[in-house]
């Protein structure tokens, strides 16, 4: 029975790895041939052709390999300085621009001449470009708003679920007393399992991100407003200076990483619940910043995937993830004891995330992403407007296509990456428990 919820829950992660694929490159179409331009193909996968159909201009079709897709436009790239594709050079970067401006006319057929993609202004090819990735995101937001606002998130609240017996810094990674150890100031005051702390020294705390800080800001006598047994009760407390794990700023901890603050001593509770609009709102805004932050830290995470994939190193909970390590995960998921509404919504979260690292991740600035021809396209308006305010000559399209040995090697370092993360995932996969 585990193995076949571990294949459906596979099965879940594919299917909907290409939905978000159709979906990112349905936006590129949808918006090129809003504006004229001529698309050949539409094709979801790459490799061999397992299947398609014709219709009107464009191919429509599914690629045996389901690690991508794209949509072929005409005249991607401007024609060369005599208005043709520029023969091939003994140079070995002019060779990868003209035969990336070859292949953007392989398919120029008698009236196309005015459904160009480098003939579209700007701000029109921004769109195109852009809309792909804005698809994953609105795809992403769908996901993320629909299973935080229904089924809801699991998130720790004010409740107390444990008390400390005693002072332990979190640093000495021990849980049991000694002798010598000091009595707990949560024990201390007598608070108790079930307490749901509502203020603190007589001001509302509703969330636990904000109790935290306050209880890490004091050290000394405070008091705290507790609800037990359906009765208000005010609780003296002493807080204590205590060397603790490092907080992300939204409730959370940085693993391996201490602080000295504030101490109480207990346990709080956890539980799923569902969000209101505006907090689902900034829970996406947490997320977001989350995300940012992991792709900017993504090249020191390089070393410690290598040593996981090749030297037996433990794998990082936030270690990069490909999409093979995504669907062992999401068949572990499905084969975990969870109630079934419960699985399939962190498979929804899953879905979500590989949707906005889409949407992200397409966006930096580089060819061949999206990002690439975005910032050409805004630079290209910057020169005609620089040259009109000065009353200069039209300076013509920005030729894309001279970027593409620089593009050449961000594929590179991509595909190397992506091999990478594909052996750690094979051989050393983030665990689910």
């Not at 708003?145 to 089924?151: A, E, K, L």
């Not at 090249?299 to 936030?318: S, T, V, Y």
């Not at 919504?345 to 992403?369: A, E």
Request: net charge positive.
């Amino acid at each position: 029975m585990t193995l076949v919820l571990n294949l459906i829950g596979v099965l879940v992660f594919v299917g909907g790895l290409l939905f978000s694929i159709a979906w990112h490159e349905l936006g590129h179409l949808s918006t090129a041939k809003l504006f004229g331009i001529r698309v050949p193909q539409y094709m979801v996968g790459f490799g061999k052709t397992i299947w398609s159909r014709k219709k009107g201009d464009t191919e429509y079709g599914l690629k045996i390999i389901p690690m991508g897709g794209y949509i072929r436009m005409i005249g991607m790239f401007p024609p060369g300085e005599d208005g043709k594709v520029t023969a091939r050079s003994t140079s070995p970067f002019r060779s990868m621009i003209e035969d990336a401006r070859s292949a953007a006319y392989e398919e120029l057929q008698p009236g196309d001449e005015t459904r160009l993609f480098y003939t579209r202004k700007p701000w029109k090819r921004v769109i195109v470009m852009f809309a792909g990735p804005f698809m994953n995101l609105v795809l992403a937001l769908a996901l993320f708003f629909g299973v935080w606002m229904t089924f809801g998130i699991n998130r720790t609240t004010t409740q107390i679920s444990g008390v400390s017996p005693c002072v332990i810094q979190q640093s000495e990674n021990r849980e049991v007393c000694k002798s010598t150890d000091p009595v707990a100031p949560a024990k201390q005051a007598g608070l108790r399992a079930d307490d749901r702390i509502v203020a603190f020294d007589g001001r509302p705390v509703t969330d636990w991100a904000t109790l935290q800080k306050k209880i890490r800001d004091t050290i000394g006598p405070a008091t705290l407003t507790v609800v037990r047994d359906g009765r208000r009760v005010t609780v003296p407390v002493n807080l204590i200076e205590n060397r603790v794990a490092k907080t992300d700023g939204h409730g959370g901890y940085v693993k391996g990483e201490y602080v000295t603050a504030g101490w109480l001593g207990f346990s709080p509770k956890t539980e799923i619940a569902a969000l209101s609009f505006g907090e689902s709102v900034d829970h996406m805004g947490e997320i977001v910043d989350g995300s940012i932050q992991g792709l900017v830290k993504l090249p020191a995470k390089i070393p410690a995937l290598w040593n996981a994939a090749f030297d037996g190193a433990e794998r990082e909970p936030d270690s990069p993830m490909g999409i093979v390590g995504a669907a062992r995960m999401s068949g572990d998921i499905a084969a975990l004891d969870l109630p079934g509404e419960q699985k399939f919504s962190i498979l929804l979260n899953v879905l979500g995330m590989f949707n906005l690292s889409l949407f992200l991740f397409n966006m930096l600035p580089l060819l061949p992403l999206d990002g690439g021809h975005v910032a050409g396209a805004l630079w290209e308006s910057v020169r005609r407007g620089v040259a009109k305010l000065f009353r200069r000559a039209d300076p013509g399209p920005f030729d894309v296509a001279r970027l593409m040995p620089a593009a050449y090697v961000v594929a590179g370092v991509f595909v190397c990456f992506t091999l990478l993360v594909l052996v750690a995932d094979v051989v050393n996969p983030i665990k689910i428990t």
